[in-house]
């Protein structure tokens, strides 16, 4: 089977409305487990890790869509990335928002400590900051004005997914299966971008 | 996400063990009697038994907090002997039946600190650990218990994964272990141990953070020198030998000043400040006299 290059606008519209409704049904979830005092013995932590792994979730499908355009010809994957990026952002502040929030009930003094002295949250922190200028730099407009610097700019996705998977990594007690899952598939997104730009280097 | 889960245990080799889990009959829970009611009890309100039943750390059925009472209808609690050993005089395999005659059943409400951040209040049904080591009469020479668990890969599913080194071991110094608050515990809510808080027989030292309370215990072992316990195999720089609930130390990691209490609140359930000795200094604290706390942590 031929994989298709583009999409007729009507089709790629029921893609996209697809996968926005999809994407949202982890929060659906929590609401629902919320409404039935379904979360378990400890709801907070659940709301937040269920964030906190959607978020890096999101951030590797992102990521996966351009070696999946190359590798499938399927270019109008790419139609599809801006959209997923901002699940990433907004599942990471749900993450950001059950931390303040549920976990230190707006406790300031205690959430500045929390980030100064604690290395995992630190390395969350700053990837969420970082997250931040890419959603307000995702409109067309703001791509037409910053036009060559947007690339250098959203190049800082590769640093937040660095950023995100050692914030898991060193958050766990004991067993890394989990984080080594979420590493391994970035390593593998990641690794595919050095190869094709060693290629390209060495080809040109 | 369940799916997900699943498969993500599986590549971490517990397959096998989940299967055979399903096919474990839901245990039987069976009424403990007599009870007397013991000391040090707290008034504040026992963790629902729902929670204190799913929500467990006892890594030789899995690592997630649902594992245990999902896997650990495989441990096979009786017949169940405690081995006695080391520098005492009455080196010898104990049942557990035996175990039982040595002092009366008592309940004990207890705040329960675990080193990440909960806390629970559970009633233990159990007896005091001196009991036990009167009956097994150290010698001169012993100053430390160690303890171990069992480690039996056809009855834990976990132990097949080299989480931590194999078998769980822990240890006190025999005048923290000879401490009446230091008790042995057969039972939780007036009934026997369910399978996965530790069954048939688990330490529970409630000033200490809860990793320290090591379950289905097999052996202990009266010891000159200072035992090395699992976690401190695992991470000496996050894990110390005394471990004892303290919000001024936090771990290297994350803090320890407040806790969650679980099954208070859901959602809205905020943090609690952390007491000293999980509030038991006035009864521990001349055990800890003179020590510096930061660096016997």
């Given at each position: 089977?031929?994989?298709?290059?583009?999409l007729?606008?009507?089709?790629?519209?029921?893609?996209?409305?697809?996968?926005?409704?999809l994407?949202?049904?982890?929060?659906?979830?929590?609401?629902?487990?919320?409404?039935?005092?379904?979360?378990?013995?400890?709801?907070?932590?659940?709301?937040?890790?269920?964030?906190?792994?959607?978020?890096?979730?999101f951030?590797?499908?992102?990521?996966?869509?351009?070696?999946?355009?190359?590798?499938?010809?399927?270019?109008?994957?790419?139609?599809?990335?801006?959209?997923?990026?901002?699940?990433?952002?907004?599942?990471?502040?749900?993450?950001?928002?059950?931390?303040?929030?549920?976990?230190?009930?707006?406790?300031?003094?205690?959430?500045?400590?929390?980030?100064?002295?604690?290395?995992?949250?630190l390395?969350?922190?700053?990837?969420?900051?970082?997250?931040?200028?890419?959603?307000?730099?995702?409109?067309?407009?703001?791509?037409?004005?910053?036009?060559?610097?947007?690339?250098?700019?959203?190049?800082?996705?590769?640093?937040?997914?660095?950023?995100?998977?050692?914030?898991?990594?060193?958050?766990?007690?004991?067993?890394?299966t989990?984080?080594?899952?979420?590493?391994?598939?970035?390593?593998?997104?990641?690794?595919?971008?050095?190869?094709?730009?060693?290629?390209?280097?060495?080809?040109? | 996400?369940?799916?997900?889960?699943?498969?993500?245990?599986?590549?971490a080799?517990?397959?096998?063990?989940?299967?055979?889990?399903?096919?474990?009959?839901?245990?039987?829970?069976?009424?403990?009697?007599?009870?007397?009611?013991?000391?040090?009890?707290?008034?504040?309100?026992?963790?629902?038994?729902?929670?204190?039943?799913?929500?467990?750390?006892?890594?030789?059925?899995?690592?997630?907090?649902?594992?245990?009472?999902?896997?650990?209808?495989?441990?096979?609690?009786?017949?169940?002997?405690?081995?006695?050993?080391?520098?005492?005089?009455?080196?010898?395999?104990?049942?557990?039946?035996?175990?039982?005659?040595?002092?009366?059943?008592?309940?004990?409400?207890?705040?329960?600190?675990?080193?990440?951040?909960?806390?629970?209040?559970?009633?233990?049904?159990?007896?005091?650990?001196a009991?036990?080591?009167?009956?097994?009469?150290?010698?001169?020479?012993?100053?430390?218990?160690?303890?171990?668990?069992?480690?039996?890969?056809?009855?834990?599913?976990?132990?097949?994964?080299?989480?931590?080194?194999?078998?769980?071991?822990?240890?006190?110094?025999?005048?923290?272990?000879?401490?009446?608050?230091?008790?042995?515990?057969?039972?939780?809510?007036?009934e026997?141990?369910?399978?996965?808080?530790?069954?048939?027989?688990?330490?529970?030292?409630?000033?200490?953070?809860?990793?320290?309370g090591?379950?289905?215990?097999?052996?202990?072992?009266?010891?000159?020198?200072?035992?090395?316990?699992?976690?401190?195999?695992?991470?000496?720089?996050?894990?110390?030998?005394?471990s004892?609930?303290?919000?001024?130390?936090?771990?290297?990691?994350?803090?320890?000043?407040?806790?969650?209490?679980?099954?208070?609140?859901?959602?809205?359930?905020?943090?609690?400040?952390?007491?000293?000795?999980?509030?038991?200094?006035d009864q521990?604290?001349?055990?800890?006299?003179?020590?510096d706390?930061?660096?016997?942590?």
């Amino acid at each position: 089977m031929e994989l298709p290059t583009r999409l007729p606008p009507d089709r790629l519209i029921t893609v996209k409305r697809t996968i926005f409704v999809l994407a949202l049904l982890p929060l659906l979830r929590l609401v629902v487990l919320g409404f039935n005092e379904d979360l378990g013995a400890n709801p907070v932590e659940f709301v937040i890790r269920s964030n906190g792994t959607w978020t890096l979730t999101f951030l590797l499908i992102t990521l996966g869509i351009t070696p999946l355009r190359k590798i499938t010809g399927m270019n109008w994957l790419l139609s599809l990335r801006r959209m997923l990026g901002l699940y990433a952002f907004f599942y990471a502040v749900l993450h950001f928002l059950s931390y303040v929030w549920l976990d230190q009930w707006f406790d300031w003094g205690a959430i500045v400590k929390d980030v100064a002295k604690h290395r995992y949250v630190l390395v969350g922190f700053a990837a969420f900051l970082c997250l931040i200028p890419l959603a307000a730099t995702s409109t067309n407009a703001m791509m037409r004005r910053l036009g060559r610097n947007w690339q250098t700019l959203h190049r800082l996705v590769y640093l937040i997914g660095v950023l995100g998977a050692t914030h898991y990594w060193w958050l766990v007690k004991k067993d890394l299966t989990q984080p080594l899952i979420y590493g391994a598939v970035l390593i593998l997104l990641l690794g595919y971008r050095l190869l094709t730009k060693v290629q390209r280097t060495s080809i040109a | 996400m369940q799916t997900a889960g699943l498969g993500l245990i599986a590549s971490a080799g517990l397959a096998s063990g989940l299967v055979q889990a399903a096919n474990v009959q839901p245990q039987a829970r069976r009424k403990l009697a007599p009870i007397v009611k013991g000391p040090y009890a707290t008034d504040e309100k026992p963790t629902p038994y729902a929670d204190v039943t799913t929500y467990n750390n006892f890594y030789e059925f899995g690592t997630d907090k649902s594992d245990p009472s999902r896997n650990a209808g495989t441990i096979r609690t009786r017949p169940w002997t405690v081995s006695v050993e080391g520098d005492v005089k009455r080196a010898k395999r104990i049942s557990l039946d035996d175990l039982l005659k040595l002092a009366p059943l008592e309940e004990r409400i207890y705040r329960m600190r675990c080193v990440e951040g909960w806390s629970m209040v559970i009633p233990w049904v159990g007896f005091p650990l001196a009991r036990l080591i009167e009956w097994a009469e150290p010698t001169g020479n012993a100053r430390y218990v160690e303890f171990i668990s069992l480690a039996d890969p056809d009855q834990m599913p976990g132990v097949r994964v080299p989480v931590l080194d194999w078998p769980y071991t822990e240890g006190l110094r025999l005048d923290e272990a000879r401490h009446p608050l230091a008790i042995l515990a057969v039972g939780l809510y007036g009934e026997t141990l369910p399978d996965q808080n530790g069954a048939p027989l688990r330490l529970v030292v409630p000033w200490k953070y809860g990793f320290k309370g090591i379950k289905s215990i097999v052996s202990l072992r009266f010891t000159e020198k200072m035992p090395v316990s699992s976690w401190m195999r695992a991470n000496s720089r996050e894990y110390g030998f005394y471990s004892n609930v303290n919000p001024e130390v936090d771990h290297p990691r994350w803090s320890q000043a407040t806790e969650r209490r679980i099954g208070e609140g859901g959602l809205f359930n905020r943090r609690r400040k952390t007491l000293m000795f999980n509030g038991y200094a006035d009864q521990v604290g001349q055990l800890y006299a003179g020590m510096d706390l930061r660096k016997y942590f």
